[in-house]
């Protein structure tokens, strides 16, 4: 019975995580409408509307496969556009610190139920914005849910799957569902969009939202159990920042995801300066993406069920391959070159991060006391620096640079970074000191909390 609770857990967190990036994404089809808006007209037509939102002939029909980003319309669009899609991580990188401190003091559920409600507002919100500071807003409370429906499922799955190779399958399997939110959302929204108007995509995703908080509070009840009440006191933020594996692997995450996060608002504009690419090539970049990305972390986890002590060499070895891939993208002349190197980086981010999201975990187990909170609070500090930064800086430093000069410079970040996690190679072979699992091993059950954490670890 608690191995199923915790199962249905896992898939509570995985369509909170598959839904956050699917809203992240959803509207990419859906912005030339908001652009129409924005310069007075009454849709996204004419020859400056961007790849997804144009309308062909006197027929109208719009396309159904986008580009990621909408390319450059010029003047204060493009910087409206890019704060838009910027402003979710931004708020998430500001929150973060605050939500990891409140999960470890409150336990998981709370503020996973708390993220949920925040992002089911966001998607209502979404679905009836008529104009840019609606969008922005509900862009932006996004931001807010994401940082605490995030950070707590990715540290529930860490606390009730404790022991490896479920801790690692488990988070897999949660890494599998953000990749595959990000590549089916603009199909999805797409095709919704264009069958039954703009708001319907927001409203499916939003009943998916209430859905997935009634599952959560039939499951574990947030404040109907005083299983938390015990709970040992987490290591403060500040100190794990500053521990210098901790800082290794947030390092390597914000390091891997910048060449995903800088291509996505760029590289749709690039193929088609470059090579002629059309709207539905331009839609397709990253959609086969995903099967990489699957199979990486499919062998991740394999990996590190046979020679779990190589998982800094998973992770060393997908930043190699993230930094060659990033190198060969400026040098692919059609369609099919460049779907290979955005593979490789999608293998490779997948490798990375299922490598390094259970060291984390690890590392608060030998080290610190294990509540995961504001570990994953960290983690997701990382991947928001890269999101953040993207959709701002990265058109900068292709107008600026050149799109072949961001490319080599990320590609050689990653590579240069990848010697860096030998400084994880002892890390298997670390004690525990101090941890919470140590405490329950050796003294026995002192509390409520702690007697039930013995039994699910005996379970």
């Not at 403060?236 to 608002?265: K, S």
């Amino acid at each position: 019975e608690a191995g199923r609770q915790r199962r249905l857990l896992l898939l509570v967190v995985c369509v909170a995580l598959l839904l956050d990036n699917m809203l992240y994404m959803v509207i990419v089809p859906i912005i030339p409408e908001y652009i129409a808006a924005m310069r007075g007209e009454g849709g996204a037509t004419g020859p400056s509307a961007p790849a997804g939102g144009n309308e062909s002939g006197g027929g109208g029909n719009r396309s159904l496969l986008p580009a990621r980003y909408p390319p450059a319309v010029g003047g204060n669009e493009d910087v409206q556009i890019g704060v838009l899609f910027a402003s979710k991580a931004m708020l998430q990188l500001l929150v973060n610190p605050l939500s990891g401190t409140l999960i470890d003091r409150v336990g998981y559920e709370v503020p996973l139920l708390a993220g949920l409600a925040v992002m089911f507002l966001s998607t209502a919100t979404f679905a009836f914005a008529a104009n840019y500071a609606t969008l922005f807003a509900a862009r932006s409370l996004q931001g807010l849910g994401s940082a605490f429906a995030d950070t707590a499922g990715i540290a529930l799955i860490a606390d009730r799957y404790a022991e490896e190779p479920a801790r690692s399958r488990a988070l897999g399997t949660a890494l599998a569902c953000i990749s595959f939110g990000s590549l089916a959302a603009p199909p999805f929204g797409g095709i919704l969009y264009a069958v039954a108007g703009k708001q319907v995509p927001f409203l499916v995703l939003a009943c998916v939202c209430v859905l997935d908080g009634l599952l959560l509070l039939a499951l574990a009840p947030p404040f109907g159990t005083g299983a938390r009440a015990n709970m040992p006191v987490g290591t403060p933020i500040h100190r794990l920042m500053v521990d210098p594996y901790i800082a290794v692997v947030a390092g390597a995450l914000a390091t891997c995801n910048i060449p995903l996060a800088f291509l996505e608002p760029t590289i749709a504009n690039w193929m088609m300066e470059s090579m002629g690419a059309s709207e539905w090539e331009v839609g397709l970049t990253w959609l086969p993406a995903f099967f990489p990305h699957v199979l990486g972390v499919y062998v991740t986890v394999r990996l590190a069920a046979a020679y779990p002590h190589l998982q800094w060499f998973y992770g060393a070895l997908g930043m190699a391959i993230i930094g060659a891939s990033s190198c060969l993208v400026p040098a692919c002349r059609n369609f099919g070159q460049v779907i290979v190197p955005l593979c490789g980086i999608c293998f490779g981010i997948a490798l990375v991060d299922t490598a390094l999201l259970p060291t984390l975990a690890f590392l608060v187990d030998v080290r610190h006391v294990s509540v995961y909170g504001s570990v994953y609070a960290i983690a997701d500090i990382s991947y928001s620096v890269a999101y953040a930064l993207g959709p701002i800086v990265a058109g900068q430093i292709v107008h600026t640079m050149g799109f072949v000069q961001l490319n080599l410079g990320m590609g050689l970040a990653n590579m240069l970074y990848a010697p860096v996690l030998l400084f994880l190679r002892n890390v298997c072979q670390m004690k525990p000191s101090h941890s919470e699992r140590n405490i329950l091993l050796e003294e026995g059950p002192k509390g409520l909390y702690d007697t039930i954490k013995m039994e699910e670890r005996k379970g």
